[in-house]
C-alpha cells in the first residue's frame, strides 16, 4: 500500500517495511572500489608515438595548476568529495542503526548525506567519459583503462546505496531510539 | 477541493521531514523543528526572491559562457578555440551525430530549458496566471532532474584536458567560458532548489 498526495500525485508513504542491507553492503563496497576508480587510468590517448592517460583525481589536478580553480574545486565536490562522503555517511548511519548505538552527531551525520547525494554527479562524469572518448577516437588511439571499470562500479554502488536507503525510516529509528 | 498542511497549521521541515504543528508565532520569534531543531515554517523563507536573485545571475553568466571560447584543441601547433556551439557544430559535421545531441542537450537545451521553465513557473505563482498546477508541478520535477546534466561538458573538459597532454604534439586547453558555464549551472541549481513548488499549488487556497 502507498499513500499519495492528493493534488500532485507523489508517493508520500509507503506501508511495506523496508531494509537497509542492500545500502549498507554497496556503502561498504564503494568505499572500497573508491581509491582504485580515483587514482587509475580512466583512459589512454596515443598519438605518433605518444601517450597520455588521465585519472579523475589527475584531471583536478591539472585543472589545479592550470589556473582553473574554481572548475578544479567545483569538480571536487561534484565527483569525488560528495561521493566519498555520501558512501561514508551511508556506512556510518547504517551502522549506528544495526549497532542500535547513536552518537549525539547522529542528525547532522543524516543531513550532510543528503545535502553529499545532491552534489553526487558520478553518473554525469561517466557520461563525460564516453563523450570525451568519442570526441577524440578521430585524432588518435583511445582506449579505455582500469579506472573506467572501476568507476562504473563506483556508481553502481552508489546508486544502489542511494537507492535502498530509506531517510524517514532512519529518522524514526533515531527518534525511538536516541540516548535521552 | 482539498485541505493543505498549511491550512491546518502543519508545517513540514525541509531537513528531516517531520510534520509538526506550528503555532501562530509573533514577528520575531522561530518555532523549531522537534526532531532535528531546523527553524520550520510553512514555505521555503523568501523561496521567490532567492530564485529571480540566482536566475537573474544564471542569465547574466549565459552570454559570457556561451561567446567566449571553452575548449582549445591544439595538434602540431594548430587548433582553434571553440565555444560551446561551434565545439557542437564540430561534432555534427565529423559525423558524431549521437555525441553532438548529447553535448547540445546537456551545455545549451538544459540550461536555457530550465531557466525559461523557472521563469515560468515563478511568473505563474507571482502574477497568479492560470496555468494548469499538475502540468506546473510535472515540469518543475523535470528541471529538477535534468539540472545536473549539464555538468557534463566541465568533466568532459577536465578530462580532455588531462588525456590530451602531449607537449608539442597535442594539448587541450580550457577557455574562460568554461568557468562561466560553471556558474551557469550551479546557479541554475540553486534557483531550482529555493524555489517551492508548494507554492503554485497555494494559488488555488487564496
Ligand atoms: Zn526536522
Redesign the interface.
Known amino acids: 500500500m502507498e499513500g499519495r498526495c492528493p493534488r500532485c500525485k507523489a508517493v508520500l508513504w509507503h506501508s511495506a517495511k523496508h531494509t537497509d542491507t542492500i545500502s549498507f553492503a554497496a556503502a561498504i563496497s564503494g568505499l572500497i572500489l573508491f581509491y582504485p576508480a580515483i587514482t587509475l587510468p580512466i583512459l589512454k590517448f596515443s598519438m605518433v608515438g605518444q601517450n597520455g592517460s588521465n585519472s579523475l583525481i589527475g584531471g583536478i589536478y591539472r585543472m589545479w595548476i592550470e589556473q582553473e580553480k574554481m572548475l578544479a574545486i567545483l569538480i571536487l565536490l561534484c565527483s569525488l568529495i560528495a561521493p566519498l562522503m555520501h558512501l561514508l555517511l551511508t556506512a556510518v548511519v547504517c551502522l549506528s542503526i544495526r549497532l542500535n548505538h547513536f552518537p549525539p552527531h547522529f542528525p547532522q551525520w543524516l543531513k550532510y548525506k543528503c545535502w553529499m547525494q545532491s552534489w553526487s554527479m558520478l553518473e554525469v562524469y561517466a557520461m563525460g567519459i564516453i563523450v570525451a572518448y568519442v570526441k577524440m577516437m578521430h585524432d588518435g588511439d583511445v582506449s579505455v583503462s582500469g579506472g573506467t571499470y572501476c568507476l562504473c562500479a563506483l556508481l553502481l554502488c552508489v546508486i544502489l546505496s542511494s537507492q535502498y536507503f530509506y531517510e524517514e525510516q532512519a529518522w524514526q529509528h533515531w527518534e525511538q531510539n536516541k540516548p535521552a | 477541493m482539498?485541505t493543505s498542511a498549511q491550512q491546518r497549521g502543519i508545517a513540514r521541515c525541509t531537513?528531516?521531514?517531520?510534520l509538526s504543528h506550528l503555532p501562530d508565532l509573533g514577528d520575531n520569534s522561530v518555532a523549531s523543528c522537534p526532531?532535528?531543531?531546523v527553524a520550520l515554517s510553512f514555505r521555503k523563507p523568501q523561496s521567490l526572491q532567492r530564485s529571480w536573485a540566482y536566475t537573474v545571475a544564471a542569465i547574466a553568466l549565459l552570454l559570457p559562457a556561451n561567446i567566449l571560447p571553452i575548449l582549445t584543441?591544439i595538434?602540431f601547433g594548430q587548433g582553434d578555440p571553440d565555444t560551446i556551439m561551434s565545439g557542437v557544430v564540430k561534432?555534427w559535421v565529423?559525423d558524431?551525430q549521437a555525441?553532438a545531441a548529447?553535448?547540445f542537450i546537456?551545455s545549451i537545451a538544459v540550461p536555457v530549458l530550465k531557466l525559461v521553465i523557472l521563469i515560468i513557473l515563478m511568473l505563474v505563482v507571482q502574477l497568479q496566471l492560470p496555468l494548469n498546477?499538475?502540468q506546473c508541478?510535472v515540469l518543475y520535477r523535470f528541471i529538477h532532474f535534468i539540472g545536473?546534466?549539464s555538468?557534463?561538458?566541465?568533466?568532459?573538459?577536465?578530462?580532455?584536458?588531462?588525456?590530451?597532454?602531449?607537449?608539442n604534439?597535442?594539448t587541450v586547453?580550457?577557455g574562460p567560458a568554461?568557468?562561466a558555464f560553471?556558474?551557469v549551472v550551479?546557479l541554475t541549481l540553486l534557483a531550482a532548489n529555493s524555489f517551492d513548488?508548494r507554492l503554485i499549488?497555494d494559488l488555488d487556497d487564496e
Open positions: 482539498t531537513e528531516c521531514g517531520k526532531r532535528c531543531n584543441v595538434s561534432l565529423s558524431l555525441i548529447i553535448v546537456a498546477r499538475q508541478t545536473r546534466w555538468m557534463l561538458d566541465l568533466f568532459m573538459i577536465s578530462i580532455l584536458v588531462t588525456l590530451v597532454h602531449l607537449g604534439i597535442a586547453e580550457s568554461a568557468t560553471a556558474a550551479v513548488p499549488w
